[in-house]
């Protein structure tokens, strides 16, 4: 089996080589870039299997690098941000990131993030294998990734979180999910009580399901997330 290939995009070379060396022993393919203008280049060689992408970086930022990416293409991308700034986190999932770490990660913890964001992206989670789901107005192609509007037939392209969420709730319709069981399948860990990130997904997936009255999936107070509707399975 082919080993998977991770583009890192940041200005600190000492970093870059760190993680080239981290990952490398790993088992993964690792590309540098130093800037946006070098991750173009490479992308256009290259077709990564994830990104990690620093927030602060010289030219475009990483929040436009992000937002440009996600125009283009749903690789899984890691946002890297300072300490302490949670509104960098929130808007880098704001963005389309996947998932985001801190500059104080440990190798290991942006390891096992990486591994659970690649194995999301390959394995399903609704119940039923059936390529199209409907529910309430939608329907969902699980090969395309496209999420089609039944009445109108617009279509959209769902990135690796919110058709990892869409699918958990598709599986779990008209039952409770607990912020930690949203966590857990999204990133592989419990929610940070205080943790914003949650919050960020579920009104990514609203928007894309149009849901501005918050009905198809409801806030049941203290105790999580509801869809609402039934689901069928279509082959």
């Given amino acids: 089996m082919d080993s998977k290939q991770i583009l890192v995009v940041d200005d600190n070379q000492e970093l870059r080589d760190a993680l080239s060396d981290y990952l490398g022993r790993a088992g993964f393919e690792v590309l540098g870039a130093e800037s946006g203008e070098m991750m173009w280049r490479l992308l256009d060689a290259h077709q990564p299997d994830l990104i990690i992408l620093d927030i602060m970086m010289p030219g475009d930022d990483g929040f436009t690098l992000c937002q440009k990416l996600r125009r283009l293409s749903d690789v899984p991308i890691i946002m890297l941000t300072?300490?302490?700034?949670?509104?960098?986190?929130?808007?880098?999932?704001?963005?389309?990131?996947?998932?985001?770490?801190?500059?104080?990660?440990?190798?290991?913890?942006?390891?096992?993030?990486?591994?659970?964001?690649?194995?999301?992206?390959?394995?399903s989670t609704h119940p039923k294998q059936a390529r199209k789901i409907l529910f309430a107005d939608w329907r969902l192609d699980t090969v395309t990734r496209q999420l089609i509007h039944t009445p109108s037939?617009?279509?959209?392209?769902?990135?690796?979180?919110?058709?990892?969420?869409?699918?958990?709730?598709?599986?779990?319709?008209?039952?409770?999910?607990?912020?930690?069981?949203?966590?857990?399948?999204?990133?592989?860990?419990?929610?940070?009580?205080?943790?914003?990130?949650?919050?960020?997904?579920?009104?990514?997936?609203?928007?894309?399901?149009?849901?501005?009255?918050?009905?198809?999936?409801?806030?049941?107070?203290?105790k999580g997330y509801m869809l609402t509707t039934s689901v069928t399975y279509d082959s």
């Fill in 82 to 123: 300072a300490v302490t700034e949670e509104a960098d986190r929130v808007a880098g999932l704001e963005m389309g990131a996947d998932d985001y770490i801190t500059k104080s990660f440990s190798p290991r913890e942006l390891l096992a993030r990486i591994k659970t964001i690649l194995r999301r992206s390959h394995i």
């Fill in 153 to 222: 037939s617009e279509t959209k392209q769902l990135s690796g979180a919110d058709l990892t969420l869409l699918n958990l709730f598709i599986g779990n319709a008209e039952s409770i999910l607990s912020r930690d069981d949203i966590a857990r399948e999204i990133w592989g860990r419990d929610a940070d009580p205080l943790e914003r990130g949650i919050d960020v997904q579920i009104s990514r997936l609203r928007h894309h399901l149009e849901d501005k009255d918050r009905s198809l999936i409801i806030t049941v107070r203290n």
